[in-house]
């Protein structure tokens, strides 16, 4: 039974991406809509992100933010006043030409960000010092016409939120646009447990208007990274462009500074892809809709099934317990949880209820673990605690173990073209050399981190003095 289960699921190093697709479809988290390139996400898929959406929702409030909502449609005008901005999403936009049976005197765009239409609002509301810090936030839908699209990775539609801030000073912005960043990498590496890369990207990558993006990494099964969070100070281009000024507290004129930070729906692909495996997904504790799946064992037995519901309803008060007391065999509710990824499974059957045990099955390692009942709900806590902390240390293993560095072009080349994963290389801060090396290799920036020093003193390309050090990779 196990082995047909599995084998509807493709070998993740036979074809990763048919892997990823199988597991998406087959774990319930998604299916297909009429609409090309749009996922309509399952109450499983939804459930997993609304945990996830919590975490970082009450982070978001805990830094004094405010949620609000702002309308789907731009109108084109709106969006052309700031030019960087529209270039940048230009291509990616889809425009709405009419309504009804009635050609638009304007076209209106659906949204794919809203830097434009915060620009607007806070012109309206923002008229002295002592309307500063503005920190709003909104979690909404964006749509992006993608050319090439895989669920939650890059879809047409995808939920976020966007946070828009306004502040007196520079350093203000710049100060929650790290503080930001730091509350994406707590929730991927506390929560979802994927270790992440922080760093700054370059003028060429950065977010299209910002005056510099921050963003955070994360590296795939397949050895291909993935950008999992960005916080861009965006300086005071869009406040003139928009006509956001204050007055000072001495009665001086001034435009505000901005930022912007999102977190989308595209962090479950990357949950998928590190922790997954080829029986399907593997879900970190703190983000597992159901973290305890109690599977009753020979339940027609009389006082089985009876006693299986009071265990939920005891654990419930220590973890998010479901059971299933479906009619299906125990071999087919093993698979369907373990494609499922739930981190603890417990079985319990007529002699388990003579004994006074139950028996506990991880996710991430396979062992089964028997636990009298006087040790249950301390045993589950401390299972479930390990298994969040052993996927973050599995993953930074994973992470280290493909992670190169490279001292000039032929290595760096020959790197890529023989491996999967992160190089550091030093890099003189030309786009020229950055093109060159996408061209060559089809790799991309990823990051300069924080808090890593030089490994040499010349560019990787061209030799001439470098400036930064520079993860590269080929990305989704």
């Given at each position: 039974?196990?082995?047909?289960?599995?084998?509807?699921?493709?070998?993740?190093?036979?074809?990763?991406?048919?892997?990823?697709?199988?597991?998406?479809?087959?774990?319930?988290?998604?299916?297909?809509?009429?609409?090309?390139?749009?996922?309509?996400?399952?109450?499983?898929?939804?459930?997993?992100?609304?945990?996830?959406?919590?975490?970082?929702?009450?982070?978001?409030?805990?830094?004094?933010?405010?949620?609000?909502?702002?309308?789907?449609?731009?109108?084109?005008?709106?969006?052309?006043?700031?030019?960087?901005?529209?270039?940048?999403?230009?291509?990616?936009?889809?425009?709405?030409?009419?309504?009804?049976?009635?050609?638009?005197?304007?076209?209106?765009?659906?949204?794919?960000?809203?830097?434009?239409?915060?620009?607007?609002?806070?012109?309206?509301?923002?008229?002295?010092?002592?309307?500063?810090?503005?920190?709003?936030?909104?979690?909404?839908?964006?749509?992006?016409?993608?050319?090439?699209?895989?669920?939650?990775?890059?879809?047409?539609?995808?939920?976020?939120?966007?946070?828009?801030?306004?502040?007196?000073?520079?350093?203000?912005?710049?100060?929650?646009?790290?503080?930001?960043?730091?509350?994406?990498?707590?929730?991927?590496?506390?929560?979802?447990?994927?270790?992440?890369?922080?760093?700054?990207?370059?003028?060429?990558?950065?977010?299209?208007?910002?005056?510099?993006?921050?963003?955070?990494?994360?590296?795939?099964?397949?050895?291909?990274?993935?950008?999992?969070?960005?916080?861009?100070?965006?300086?005071?281009?869009?406040?003139?462009?928009?006509?956001?000024?204050?007055?000072?507290?001495?009665?001086?004129?001034?435009?505000?500074?901005?930022?912007?930070?999102?977190?989308?729906t595209r962090i479950i692909g990357a949950?998928?892809?590190?922790?997954?495996?080829?029986?399907?997904?593997?879900?970190?504790?703190?983000?597992?809709?159901?973290?305890?799946?109690?599977?009753?064992?020979?339940?027609?037995?009389?006082?089985?099934?009876?006693?299986?519901?009071?265990?939920?309803?005891?654990?419930?008060?220590?973890?998010?317990?479901?059971?299933?007391?479906?009619?299906?065999?125990?071999?087919?509710?093993?698979?369907?949880?373990?494609?499922?990824?739930?981190?603890?499974?417990?079985?319990?059957?007529?002699?388990?209820?003579?004994?006074?045990?139950?028996?506990?099955?991880?996710?991430?390692?396979?062992?089964?673990?028997?636990?009298?009942?006087?040790?249950?709900?301390?045993?589950?806590?401390?299972?479930?605690?390990?298994?969040?902390?052993?996927?973050?240390?599995?993953?930074?293993?994973?992470?280290?173990?493909?992670?190169?560095?490279?001292?000039?072009?032929?290595?760096?080349?020959?790197?890529?073209?023989?491996?999967?994963?992160?190089?550091?290389?030093?890099?003189?801060?030309?786009?020229?050399?950055?093109?060159?090396?996408?061209?060559?290799?089809?790799?991309?920036?990823?990051?300069?981190?924080?808090?890593e020093d030089a490994i040499s003193s010349?560019?990787?390309?061209?030799?001439?003095?470098?400036?930064?050090?520079?993860?590269?990779?080929?990305?989704?």
């Amino acid at each position: 039974m196990g082995k047909e289960f599995v084998k509807e699921i493709t070998a993740m190093d036979e074809d990763f991406a048919q892997w990823y697709t199988d597991v998406v479809k087959k774990a319930d988290l998604v299916d297909y809509s009429s609409v090309r390139g749009s996922m309509i996400i399952r109450p499983y898929g939804y459930a997993l992100w609304e945990n996830i959406k919590a975490e970082l929702d009450n982070r978001i409030k805990k830094t004094g933010h405010e949620n609000v909502y702002m309308p789907l449609f731009i109108p084109e005008s709106l969006l052309q006043k700031e030019k960087d901005h529209i270039e940048g999403f230009a291509p990616e936009v889809a425009w709405v030409t009419h309504g009804g049976d009635e050609e638009l005197a304007e076209r209106l765009c659906v949204r794919p960000t809203s830097e434009v239409l915060f620009g607007e609002h806070y012109k309206n509301i923002i008229h002295s010092y002592r309307d500063l810090p503005k920190l709003y936030n909104q979690w909404a839908n964006v749509v992006r016409w993608e050319k090439t699209t895989r669920p939650f990775l890059r879809t047409l539609e995808f939920l976020w939120q966007e946070g828009h801030t306004c502040h007196a000073t520079d350093e203000e912005a710049h100060e929650e646009t790290v503080q930001m960043l730091e509350v994406y990498a707590e929730v991927c590496e506390n929560i979802l447990a994927i270790p992440v890369l922080k760093g700054k990207k370059t003028e060429k990558e950065k977010f299209a208007g910002a005056k510099y993006t921050y963003t955070i990494e994360s590296l795939m099964h397949d050895g291909k990274a993935l950008q999992s969070g960005t916080s861009h100070h965006l300086g005071d281009g869009f406040a003139k462009a928009f006509g956001i000024q204050f007055t000072d507290k001495d009665g001086k004129l001034r435009h505000v500074q901005q930022t912007s930070w999102g977190f989308t729906t595209r962090i479950i692909g990357a949950m998928i892809m590190v922790h997954g495996d080829d029986r399907g997904l593997v879900i970190p504790p703190k983000a597992a809709p159901t973290q305890v799946m109690i599977v009753p064992i020979a339940q027609h037995k009389e006082g089985v099934l009876d006693y299986a519901y009071q265990l939920k309803e005891t654990l419930s008060n220590i973890a998010r317990v479901g059971i299933d007391a479906s009619d299906k065999k125990p071999g087919w509710k093993f698979n369907e949880y373990e494609m499922k990824g739930v981190p603890l499974r417990l079985e319990v059957g007529p002699k388990d209820i003579e004994k006074g045990q139950v028996i506990l099955a991880r996710r991430d390692t396979g062992e089964k673990i028997i636990v009298s009942n006087e040790n249950l709900e301390a045993s589950i806590q401390e299972m479930l605690t390990d298994i969040q902390t052993s996927l973050f240390e599995k993953a930074k293993q994973h992470r280290e173990n493909k992670t190169y560095e490279a001292y000039n072009y032929e290595e760096l080349k020959q790197t890529f073209k023989e491996k999967t994963g992160f190089v550091k290389a030093m890099w003189c801060g030309d786009q020229a050399c950055e093109d060159q090396i996408k061209e060559d290799t089809s790799a991309t920036s990823r990051c300069m981190p924080f808090a890593e020093d030089a490994i040499s003193s010349e560019c990787v390309c061209c030799g001439k003095e470098a400036n930064s050090l520079v993860y590269w990779a080929k990305a989704y």
